[in-house]
């Protein structure tokens, strides 16, 4: 069994449970708090207030209720970074919006703590970061077809399109999200003055002359 929510008319139901929701809000707390490997699903039960058995019929194990925290990540990722984004203006227009995505989704806790736990935990349980990886990387292809496709109609000079991409995701995540992820202070600059700092860096280096 994957642990992939069911797809048939019972799946929006469940998502809808109020116990489910609980049992999800709860794994969300202990797994962020204690790790994924050192928390029970009787624990789980406890902490959500259901019975035992209302766990098991809502989840079979607790890679499933992963998978179900999972699928949320990949709504809020569908919700920073729309279908179309790539055709939102100029190339400054496109990646300004892309940087105040990743902005915004480093804004939401529940986001935050899902990479956190994924950090922790990835190194005891490597499935955890594939599933999280195979979300990740259409976003990552998406700007990195973007960038060479600037690149084949001349606009930009991008020798190698992923790294290029990761760069400019880099500079983003290391002042929003990283000093986050290490329980440091982030650096006192202001959203709207790092986007367009590395937006100018990024651009005055790979904008075809």
């Known amino acids: ?20 929701e609980a049992i999800v809000e709860a794994a969300e707390r202990l797994f962020l708090e204690r790790g994924f490997g050192a928390v029970s699903m009787d624990e789980l039960a406890e902490a959500a207030g259901v019975a035992r058995r209302t766990l098991y019929n809502q989840f079979a194990s607790k890679e499933e209720i992963f998978r179900e925290m ?14 179309g984004i790539e055709t939102q203006g100029d190339v400054e227009d496109v990646l300004r919006l892309v940087a105040h995505a ?49 690149t084949a109609m001349g606009i930009l ?13 880099g500079a983003i995540n290391e002042l929003s999200l990283w000093p986050w992820m290490l329980g440091r202070e982030s650096l006192a600059v202001a959203a ?18």
Do not use: K
Request: proline fraction near 7%.
């Open 102 to 150: 990743i902005l915004g989704l480093h804004s939401q806790p529940g986001y935050l703590g899902f990479l956190r736990m994924l950090v922790a935990d990835s190194r005891q349980f490597p499935w955890i970061a594939q599933a999280f990886a195979a979300v990740m990387e259409p976003q990552n292809e998406r700007l990195t077809r973007y960038l060479a496709h600037l």
């Open 1 to 20: 069994m994957d642990g992939r929510i069911d797809s048939t008319d019972a799946g929006p139901r469940l998502r809808r449970s109020p116990s489910r």
């Open 192 to 209: 709207e003055e790092l986007v367009e700092e590395t937006l100018r860096m990024f651009l005055q280096y790979y904008r075809r002359r």
């Open 157 to 169: 000079d991008c020798r190698n399109p992923v790294l290029a991409a990761h760069q400019f995701m």
């Open 70 to 83: 999972l699928g949320r990540v990949t709504g809020q990722l569908e919700g920073a970074f729309p279908p």
